[in-house]
């Protein structure tokens, strides 16, 4: 951590303390979202801060017993210097993110944000964060986790021609990148499993209870390719760049014209082959054969 | 690094209780700092000093002192000191948790700012397991210009490699799926414009003073990110009874009407025109369009350019590649991401290998 962040957060912990005399490490970690062992450190520096001068000046008293900090003589930081521009948009994106996600499920959250863009004079419309894919199934899913209850979806996977369905026990709901994500234990497959809420054709709540819990830690859902995927090659017209965004991409090689190949692999070649038809001819499979087939006749069934 | 630390607080502290601006002569006599080295060294780690201490906000204003040609600095309270936030003890629990769950760099100290004087979180539990992903550095560009209303200057990256040079006057950022937005006015072209803030080619520079531009009354962020919109062209559609799902899942409603061969018949209110193609492009066969003729065509063209680019000799098609011609209605150049599919990670497996530990 820079000296930088350091003088950033003292300058705010000061006031904090103020406010709450007896306050612990602990608590003052948590709310800085640092160790306790930063907060000590920044309590041994306040103690040679102070407005300097003669005979040492007067500078803060920082009093430690056992845990518990007890600050004077500090009134000179009463309050806390302004969030920069920066820091200000990021807190109410973060948390318009956040109440978009969670709907009515947390209304103080909705009036906090107004308070907040007001004290920090975010104007009107000057920020937004589109409402996630695929919410429909989401009240029952919360619900479901909420309670601990076993889930039947009808899913389309990506690699699937039509829904089948899928019983899970469902046990933590992620947005990322704007998408809804649903994590669980596949009962059919044994295994975790990720399910994009916008290819859930239909959830219904069973009364069966959860039986395999969620583990202790549960990281967000990142797709990897696997060393069984087939390597898919692209050409990509100058237009049809974007499909680059829309897949885990191992290569991606530009051309002078601003066309570009681009090398992947998939688990679910369909998928990729209903994806060139998205880019009306400005995507074009070079490789393998069997996926140009599946194309042709992807798009000659629809005319 | 002990040293600097607390130089930089008492720094703060000695601009903010003097009576008025110091010198560097007056500041180096009450604090004892820039005192050691030469009077060009000192004079340039004081310099240092002041720009990290605006880099993180404190506002050191520079003035030229009476009765002299000295210049003196000062930091006023009124601009220092955020006033109080009248939060309820709820509504610093929300604002906690939502922090918490978007995990963003930054954004602790930031409520810790606000919070500081209000009162301590009440107690908050969330039912369901949720959390938010959503990594909001992108902002930090624009952030300055975006609430003082400054016109900037950035050359940008199109889709398709090439490069401008742009003035915009920002109005907001928008986050959509996985990316983020400038929405503005763009003075080149005199028009609402998005661009994508991975696509600035160069870092935007503020041209001009703040306050220069009030965003129009009727401002909406997500139609200028979403491109436009033609409201009152309904759109109908035949769609089997498999892929019936994925059509309501984009605003489909069922109309009770059968199509001649038995499929269900559905409506969306309004045509997205470049959204709306992609999407029915990659339902292939399982959704067909009855109106309006407009889409319908462009889909027949979609295919037979797909066709032409795959197997040449498949079918004649008439050079109508049924790309939308020009510019395109999408925000700025870019074909939006179609819908249902970008840059999200995908899909079913997490983890080829995926043992419900969390290795993925």
């Known amino acids: 951590m820079s000296a930088a962040q350091d003088v950033a957060r003292m300058l705010t912990l000061v006031p904090w303390l103020l406010e709450r005399p007896g306050a612990s490490l602990a608590e003052a970690a948590a709310v800085f979202g640092v160790d306790e062992d930063t907060i000590r450190d920044d309590l041994g520096h306040l103690d040679f801060c102070g407005l300097p001068g003669l005979g040492g000046g007067a500078l803060f008293e920082v009093t430690l017993v056992e845990d518990r900090v007890v600050l004077t003589m500090a009134d000179e930081l009463r309050r806390p210097v302004r969030p920069t521009a920066e820091e200000a948009l990021r807190l109410v994106v973060s948390v318009d993110a956040v109440a978009e996600a969670l709907g009515d499920e947390l209304p103080a959250l909705r009036s906090a944000v107004d308070r907040v863009r007001a004290a920090l004079g975010i104007p009107e419309r000057s920020a937004d964060v589109l409402e996630p894919d695929g919410v429909a199934a989401l009240p029952l899913l919360r619900r479901a986790v909420r309670e601990g209850r076993r889930v039947e979806l009808d899913y389309q996977g990506r690699g699937d021609e039509r829904p089948a369905t899928r019983h899970v026990d469902p046990w933590a709901l992620h947005v990322v990148d704007g998408t809804w994500y649903l994590q669980g234990h596949d009962r059919s497959a044994q295994q975790r499993r990720v399910f994009r809420l916008d290819r859930v054709a239909a959830a219904r709540l069973t009364d069966a209870a959860r039986e395999v819990p969620p583990p202790a830690d549960l990281p967000p859902p990142r797709y990897v390719p696997g060393p069984e995927d087939l390597a898919v090659t692209l050409e990509l017209s100058p237009r049809g760049r974007w499909v680059e965004e829309a897949v885990t991409a191992d290569e991606v090689v530009v051309h002078p014209d601003g066309s570009a190949t681009l090398h992947l692999r998939t688990d679910a070649p369909t998928w990729v082959a209903r994806l060139v038809l998205m880019a009306a001819g400005e995507a074009v499979v070079t490789a393998p054969e069997d996926l140009i087939a599946t194309v042709v006749r992807l798009a000659r069934a629809a005319v | 690094m002990a040293e600097k630390v607390e130089r930089l607080v008492n720094l703060t502290i000695a601009l903010l209780e003097a009576p008025g601006a110091l010198s560097l002569a007056e500041l180096r006599r009450r604090t004892g700092y820039y005192t050691d080295g030469t009077p060009a060294s000192t004079r340039r780690r004081f310099e240092r000093d002041k720009d990290e201490l605006r880099h993180l906000g404190v506002p050191i204003e520079t003035v030229t002192l009476p009765h002299s040609e000295e210049v003196g600095y000062r930091i006023p309270r009124r601009s220092y000191e955020l006033p109080d936030v009248e939060l309820t003890a709820e509504e610093v629990a929300a604002l906690a948790l939502a922090v918490r769950l978007t995990g963003a760099e930054g954004t602790p100290l930031a409520l810790a700012k606000l919070a500081a004087r209000a009162p301590d979180p009440a107690q908050l539990e969330l039912g369901a397991d949720t959390r938010v992903e959503l990594p909001p550095g992108p902002v930090d560009a624009v952030a300055r210009a975006v609430l003082g209303r400054q016109r900037l200057a950035f050359t940008y990256r199109r889709a398709d490699g090439s490069t401008a040079q742009r003035t915009v006057d920002p109005y907001g950022v928008v986050q959509r799926r996985s990316a983020w937005y400038l929405v503005g006015r763009d003075h080149d072209r005199d028009a609402l414009r998005a661009f994508r803030l991975d696509r600035l080619a160069s870092e935007p520079r503020p041209v001009g ?152």
């Open chain 2, 209 to 360: 003073e703040p306050d220069a531009f009030e965003p129009p009354p009727d401002l909406d962020l997500a139609a200028a990110v979403s491109g436009p919109a033609q409201p009152g062209v309904e759109v109908t559609l035949a769609v089997t009874e498999e892929a019936r799902w994925a059509v309501e899942l984009r605003g489909g409603r069922d109309t009770g009407r059968r199509h001649e061969d038995g499929r269900a018949v559905l409506t969306l209110e309004e045509l997205h025109p470049v959204r709306d193609r992609a999407w029915i492009l990659g339902l292939a066969g399982a959704v067909e369009v009855l109106a309006p003729e407009q889409l319908r065509a462009e889909v027949a063209a979609g295919f037979a350019a797909v066709l032409a680019a795959h197997d040449g000799a498949a079918t004649g098609t008439d050079g109508d590649t049924g790309a939308p011609d020009g510019d395109t209605p999408a925000p700025d150049g870019d074909t939006p991401a179609p819908d249902g599919d970008t840059g999200a990670p995908d899909g079913d497996t997490p983890a080829p290998d995926g043992d419900g530990g969390g290795s993925s």
